[in-house]
Every structure is written in structure tokens, then in C-alpha cells.
């Protein structure tokens, strides 16, 4: 079979808790989930399957379509979020038109919590839920080998499937991936040079993943206290390696929470530092996961910015989201990262049920105290199958289970809503905007910003995303 993985056009993708202009505004990451499955996919097989990521190539529908017919594959595999499950749906349906033998395969975060729904839109043949690397290859080569009417296609764990007009989904598999017996992504069949990030180091960026999981409890995230599993520093470093002989030079680990294992971090720090990398770097932590030898180990290595989940200055509502730390912890946390020489962005959030104007401000000018390179102020979303969602239909807030029925009938017309009973959806909004002018308008870190421009190119692109986050906010439909 001939596959294709794609990243379709964006579309009619849903706006998130941050608005679309900011989202938009920070550049292009590359999907590095979908290159581990293609990565797989190739070394088990042995065959080169080809890699479309339209958003970064600025590539059209038509473009899209055109190159579907150079290609002409037979499976499309794309992995998609609940945002663009629009856009991966339209994509679908525009190239079945071209190829009414055409197999589309779905999976990502969207379908491993409605893969049922997904798999009942009308478009959609097969999808891949859990750790999609081995069960996509066993559904390909089960197909090459035996056809879509094999009963194998039954015992293959993290599978659906259709025949004869009918959902059929598999138990989920109970054996999860071995991470250092994975491939790397296969970032050569991508343009590496397409993926950017505005507020990076380096002349070139991209992704890479040491862990998988995390332990917190936070209410708002779809993988709390999950199973925390990590690769070996020799396996992470030799990536490292690879990624810097194809030129990047500036690295996002999209892990949630490397620093859970202080000890294996520090190793891998070190061997950084003995193989002689060049190489700048950021991370994700949480405050109470870091301590002074971590975060020296990581300036060592060239890490020059951590994301800090800091949420709310208030303690009650970091109770109610379950964070798991105080803001004396985030305090010092902060002061130990700029004392280690590590810029920290602040990741906040407003509009907690039952937080007050008054405290979402003390939430920006708490912030402000702690000097962070960055910080962006999201609204407080009951995303789907999350604790706080369910919490939420429990307590009322939420009339009733709408991200099911957005999952069963995916319609363009689709908003996000925030169901706070203090403050409407566009409140909320222009409170967000007022948060963020109101640490970006700040004189003082305006100058910090201005010593802080290594070039002209550097200078536009930041100056572009400020006038994005101090004007108005471009509305949406």
C-alpha cells in the first residue's frame, strides 16, 4: 500500500482558551506524534511512505489535492486534536472525492477519547487509538497481507474498523510502547527548515520528546496521573545528536513534565555537556519538580527557558484545579531559575469558577513580580473528558455533555464555550485581552524586551506577535 500521512489546511479550526491570533502567531511546530508513526511504520515495513504537512508549506486545499493526485496513495493517516477534527473531516471528504477506493485513517488525542464517534463520520475507515506506533503498522500490513475483510483486523488491540456499514472497536491495548525502542520521528520526510518558533534561540528549530506522561492531578488536563515512562539519557542524547547534524539548533521538549525524574534529567545534561552539543533548548516543569543542581545542570546543557504552569495567584483556586503547589512555590521556583540564569514563561489561567475580576488581576500582577520572559493568560476551559469537565456537569455548571454531541455530530458552526456562571463568553475574553496588555504594556518589561532583540529579523518577528497581543482581538466568524 501507498500511505500518506498528512497534516491538512487549516480551515475551520475551532479557537481554543488562547485566543487563534496569539496561536497563529508563534509559528509552526511540527506534529511529531504522526512522524513517530510514519518512523515506525517505515522501519517495520520497509517502506517509504511520503509526508504532507500543509500548514507550514502553505499549501492550499488545492495544492493539498494536487499533490494527491501525484502521489495517489491509498491510506491517508492523519492525527488529529478535537480543534482541527474540522479541518482533518473536510480534508477527508475533499480527496475521497478524488479516490472513491481511498482508506482514511484517524488517530491522535481527538480519537483516543471518542474513537467510536470518529469512527461513525461518515469519512473515516479505520482509527488508531492509544500509542498509535505499532497498532497503525499492524493495520497496514494486516491489509497488505490479508484485505480489509481479514478477521485479523478483530484481534489487533487499539483498532477500529468498519464492514458492512458497521463501527466495530477493539479493547484498547494494555501494553504500552517500550520509548527507547522507538525510532526516531522521521523528520527526513518533512522540509525541516519550515518548522519556527518566534521566541527561539536558535537560527533553527524543532521538537523532540523524552517522556511520555505525567503524575499530577491537575483538574484541567486529559492526561492526569498518567503512567510517567522515560527514555535512557544515551537514547535521548543520541537523538540530540542526529537532530544537530541536520542543522537545528534550537529545541522544544514537548514533554509535560521532564523533570519528574531530577536524576535522569541531570544525566542527560551531563552527557550533553560531554559530547561537546551546541545546542539551546526548553523545557516544561512543574515549580516543585526543579531544584538549584537541576536547573544548573540544564544552563549547562544550553536549556535557556522553562514553562512554568503557574495558573492563579489565589490558593483556593489552585486547590480546586488540584495544581499541587502554592504560590510561595511557584516564588521559588522563579527566583532559582533567573538566579540559574534560565529565562521561565508563565503560563496562567482566569476565569477559575468563582474567581473574581479583582483575583484575575492579582493573578497579572503576581506575574509581573516574578519577572517572566513571557506569560500568556488562558480562560479556564472544561476541555472534554477532563476532570474539571466532569466536576462541572456534576455541579450544574454545564447544562449538558457538549463535547459528546460536538464529537457525534462535528459541525462547522461549533464554538467553544467557557460555562462560567460570573462572566459570559465575550467578558471573559476582553478580560483575557486586559491581562495580557496589562503585563505586555508594562514599561519595564517593554525595555527588557528591546536589550534583549539579537537581530533585525528577531526585532519584526516579536513585533509583529506584540501588536497581535496589544490590539483588539480578532473576532472570530
Known amino acids: 500500500m501507498k500511505i500518506l500521512f498528512l497534516v491538512p489546511p487549516e480551515t475551520v479550526t475551532i479557537e481554543s482558551s488562547v485566543p487563534k491570533m496569539l496561536e497563529g502567531g508563534k509559528g509552526y511546530y511540527p506534529k511529531l506524534g504522526l512522524m513517530y508513526v510514519a518512523a515506525h511504520y517505515e522501519r517495520a515495513t520497509g517502506d517509504t511512505p511520503v509526508f504532507i504537512d500543509c500548514p507550514p508549506e502553505k499549501y492550499s486545499e488545492e495544492e493539498m489535492v494536487r499533490k494527491f493526485r501525484e502521489i495517489k496513495p491509498d491510506l491517508v493517516a492523519m492525527s488529529i486534536m478535537t480543534f482541527n477534527l474540522l479541518d482533518a473531516l473536510h480534508a477527508a471528504r475533499r480527496l475521497k472525492r478524488e479516490d472513491g477506493n481511498l482508506k482514511i485513517c484517524m488517530g491522535g488525542p481527538h ?13 473515516i475507515d479505520y482509527v488508531v487509538f492509544g ?12 491489509l497488505d497481507e490479508q484485505g480489509a475483510e481479514s478477521d485479523t483486523l478483530a484481534a489487533i488491540p487499539g483498532l477500529g474498523w468498519k464492514r458492512g456499514g458497521l463501527s466495530h472497536i477493539n479493547p484498547a491495548a494494555t501494553e504500552m510502547v517500550d520509548l527507547n525502542a522507538l525510532p526516531f520521528p522521521a523528520r527526513h520526510l518533512v522540509d525541516v527548515s519550515r518548522y519556527e518558533h518566534i521566541i527561539g534561540e536558535g537560527r533553527q528549530f524543532f521538537t523532540m520528546q523524552a517522556t511520555r506522561g505525567c503524575p499530577a492531578a491537575c483538574t484541567f488536563c486529559d492526561i492526569r496521573k498518567t503512567r510517567f515512562r522515560e527514555r535512557t539519557p544515551e537514547n535521548v542524547v543520541r537523538e540530540i545528536e542526529h537532530l544537530v547534524d541536520m542543522q537545528v539548533d534550537d529545541l522544544f521538549f514537548v514533554d509535560d513534565t521532564i523533570t519528574i525524574n531530577k536524576k535522569n534529567l541531570i544525566e542527560t545534561c551531563n552527557l550533553i555537556v560531554k559530547r561537546g552539543l551546541k545546542i539551546h533548548y526548553k523545557i516544561s516543569a512543574r515549580v516543585d519538580t526543579v531544584n538549584p543542581e537541576l536547573l544548573a545542570a540544564l544552563k549547562r546543557s544550553g536549556c535557556y527557558r522553562i514553562h512554568y504552569g503557574i495558573e492563579s495567584a489565589t490558593p483556593r483556586h489552585l486547590k480546586y484545579l488540584e495544581k499541587g503547589q502554592t504560590p510561595e512555590k511557584v516564588l521559588r521556583a ?29 493573578t497579572v500582577d503576581f506575574v509581573k513580580r516574578l519577572k517572566p520572559d513571557y506569560a500568556q493568560f488562558s480562560i479556564c476551559t472544561p476541555y ?39 462572566f459570559s463568553d465575550e467578558e471573559l475574553r476582553q478580560l483575557q485581552d486586559e491581562c495580557h496588555a496589562r503585563f505586555y504594556r508594562s514599561p519595564t518589561y517593554l525595555m527588557k524586551q528591546v536589550f534583549k532583540v539579537r537581530s533585525w529579523a528577531d526585532f519584526t518577528a516579536k513585533a ?8 483588539s482581538r480578532m473576532r472570530i466568524g
Open 131 to 142: 500509542e498509535g506506533e505499532p497498532i497503525f503498522t499492524k493495520l497496514v500490513t494486516t
Open 111 to 123: 480519537v483516543n477519547l471518542y474513537p467510536k464517534e470518529t469512527l461513525d463520520q461518515p469519512e
Open 384 to 422: 472534554p473528558k477532563t476532570e474539571l469537565y466532569f466536576r462541572m456537569l456534576q455541579e450544574g455548571i454545564l447544562p449538558n455533555d457538549y463535547w459528546q454531541a460536538f464529537a457525534e455530530n462535528p459541525t462547522p458552526d461549533f464554538k467553544i464555550h467557557f460555562f462560567n456562571k460570573d
Open 334 to 362: 522563579c527566583r532559582m531559575t533567573r538566579d540559574a540564569g534560565i529565562g521561565f514563561f508563565g503560563y496562567c489561567m482566569i476565569g477559575i469558577p468563582h474567581e473574581t475580576r479583582e483575583e484575575m488581576f492579582a
Open 464 to 471: 509583529r506577535m506584540g501588536t497581535k497581543i496589544l490590539t
